[in-house]
């Protein structure tokens, strides 16, 4: 079978599977999870596949709610991501529903055809995206040993070659006073809320001297208990992006001084915690993109680069694609506008034309498994490509 006869194939085979790889993106979007709690999305997705035949590792990489599935018995093995987490509040306003049912229809199209094209599959199932660093802890256990390509998509307002990733850590500040009587004795007292303010305000003050490329950005989380007592525990969470992890890191240390100037201002004590791992950028690894592109321009899905600055936001898969030739294409899921992370984005991750760009990204996700395993000059460019 040649090439082109398979690429056919493989998007007659997800046609023949659209019912059911739509039902399992809405059952997911209509029950959201949060990361490392995934555990109704875990088992729809692992029980279509063990379905279809595949061999399936439940809580894989001492990760409950991870797993993975293979096929294929040799050559180039080629991963592909389903995430399946949601936010609080807003349900799948990130739309990781659609990320999941295109990997599992890729996966199980391209696993078809693993003999036919001496190919190796592997399909993770990644929690925690949403903070959690699923695949940071994956990395770590060992998920992509052996891989020679990541291939992933994400859902959006226009289709993209990418997002516009930066690097990010969350921090905790913890402020530390004295209580007291707020009427009657206030002076006894050492106000940490005071001090959580005083940091936010610094903050606030930061950031019109940082880098148009970098984001601070912070909530309260505790501000004492009663308005009548001077509160002595406060605290304060923050994401720091930069676009990249060198730089990251001289912008953490420009907000750990801000936050500690609050303690010190309202005389209180700080403690700072970084919540997990940082993600890194996402470095596109372009050869593998360009196939990626081209095969869905091949079913009439046009990518093209934004001109408006695309989507920003951080992943996970960044800490994957500096080890692992990987890409993060963004399928068109929305009305143009339609910013991820909101209300209006979790309505549309299970409209028309998200099952649409489900479908289509499917397609494109597994004719370029099938580049990865029937080229091999493919996978040495994209390797060549962290050296360029
Ligand atoms: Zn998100
Ligand atoms: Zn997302």
Redesign the pocket.
């Known amino acids: 079978m040649n090439l082109d006869e398979a690429k056919s194939e493989i998007c007659s085979y997800i046609d023949a599977i659209s019912d059911e790889l739509i039902a399992l993106s809405h059952a997911i979007h209509d029950n959201p999870e949060l990361g490392y709690e995934e555990y109704f999305a875990h088992e729809q997705l692992t029980q279509v596949l063990t379905d279809k035949g595949l061999e399936v590792e439940k809580g894989a990489y001492e990760i409950e709610t991870a797993f993975e599935a293979t096929a294929g018995s040799s050559g180039p093995v080629v991963a592909l991501l389903c995430e399946y987490d949601a936010?609080p509040g807003i349900g799948h306003?990130?739309?990781?529903n659609i990320i999941a049912a295109a990997g599992i229809g890729a996966g199980l199209a391209a696993s078809t055809l693993t003999d036919s094209f001496n190919g190796r599959l592997r399909i993770l199932g990644t929690p925690a995206?949403?903070g959690g660093g699923g695949k940071v802890r994956m990395l770590n256990n060992g998920a992509f040993d052996s891989v020679e390509a990541v291939l992933m998509i994400?859902p959006a307002d226009a289709d993209l070659p990418n997002i516009s990733s930066l690097a990010v850590q969350q921090l905790r500040a913890t402020y530390s006073g004295k209580a007291a009587h707020a009427a009657a004795a206030p002076e006894k007292g050492i106000n940490a809320l005071d001090g959580a303010v005083l940091g936010y305000m610094g903050v606030a003050a930061l950031r019109q001297h940082i880098a148009p490329d970098e984001r601070l950005h912070g909530i309260f989380t505790n501000g004492g208990q009663k308005a009548n007592i001077v509160p002595e525990s406060a605290e304060s969470t923050w994401y720091a992006r930069s676009s990249t992890m060198d730089r990251l890191e001289v912008l953490k240390s420009r907000l750990v001084e801000t936050l500690k100037g609050g303690a010190k201002a309202a005389g209180c004590e700080i403690q700072i915690d970084w919540i997990n791992e940082p993600y890194a950028e996402v470095l596109d690894n372009a050869p593998i993109l360009e196939a990626y592109m081209k095969n869905s321009e091949s079913i009439g899905r046009i990518i093209k680069a934004a001109d408006d600055g695309g989507v920003v936001?951080s992943?996970d898969l960044g800490n994957v694609s500096h080890i692992v030739p990987s890409i993060h294409p963004m399928v068109k899921v929305a009305p143009k506008g339609t910013a991820?992370?909101t209300v209006d984005f979790e309505e549309c991750a299970k409209s028309q034309e998200a099952d649409d760009g489900l479908l289509d990204s499917a397609k494109s996700l597994a004719m370029t498994v099938l580049d990865c395993w029937h080229d091999p000059t493919l996978l040495t460019e994209a390797k060549d490509f962290f050296a360029s």
């Open positions: 936010l306003a990130c739309g990781h995206e949403e994400h936001g992943t991820i992370h």
